[in-house]
């Protein structure tokens, strides 16, 4: 019964976290407004968390592993799948997560992670060595395939070159809704987006393979 009862505080101060961080941000939320949502005492952060900072770690971690759960890297392809399909799986994945479900709080929440991938605090190495490394990882081996014989430090710049070229859809996506909204991720759709950017690195891919510089 402890053991439930713990459970049930512990996802209930996650789960007021994620509104309260989203709604005011990680510097302006407070710890007594979360226990306060969560109907939990004001000591429960420190006890189930150690923090507010790894409270936040806790937050992206769901949010991470959430995505992951919606829109797997593979996006349900065998394992054998040629690495030309898994490419435009990963891409489509990747993009997926950032468009979300149209859920102002995924959306709020995305910006959040963002911040922190910008500026890391001093957590959030956890939980980047828990979610992102390992997806990378898979970005590589695909990449690495399609690129036989290729030295490793143009591997990950074209790899560094799929993911920069997704994220430019999340990262700027304020700037471009202002600038020139058609082409948001949102207008456009992912399929559209995710076929152009799998394209474009494919161009890429084969260009650098004979590239000496």
Do not use: W
């Not at 049930?8 to 509104?19: E, P």
């Not at 709020?108 to 890391?120: D, S, V």
């Not at 430090?153 to 471009?176: E, N, P, S």
């Not at 082409?183 to 590239?211: D, Q, S």
């Amino acid at each position: 019964m402890q053991d439930q009862t713990d459970a049930g505080t512990k996802d209930r101060l996650l789960k007021a976290a994620r509104t309260v961080f989203a709604e005011r941000g990680v510097k302006e939320a407070t710890v007594r407004e979360i226990c306060a949502r969560a109907g939990a005492n004001v000591a429960a952060v420190n006890y189930y968390f150690g923090g507010k900072e790894k409270l936040f770690m806790a937050v992206l971690a769901d949010y991470l592993h959430s995505a992951q759960e919606m829109y797997p890297t593979h996006m349900g392809l065998a394992p054998d799948a040629s690495a030309r399909d898994r490419l435009k799986a990963y891409i489509r994945s990747l993009l997926l997560k950032l468009a979300g479900d149209g859920d102002p709080l995924y959306e709020r929440l995305g910006q959040l992670f963002t911040a922190e991938m910008i500026e890391p605090s001093e957590h959030f190495g956890a939980v980047a060595d828990r979610y992102l490394m390992p997806q990378h990882g898979v970005l590589l081996g695909i990449v690495g395939e399609l690129m036989p014989g290729t030295d490793e430090r143009t591997v990950h710049l074209c790899a560094a070159g799929v993911l920069g070229h997704c994220l430019l859809f999340d990262h700027a996506k304020q700037l471009i809704r202002r600038m020139c909204p058609e082409m948001a991720l949102e207008n456009l759709g992912v399929e559209l987006v995710a076929n152009f950017v799998f394209n474009f690195a494919l161009a890429g891919i084969e260009r650098m393979k004979t590239f000496k510089g």
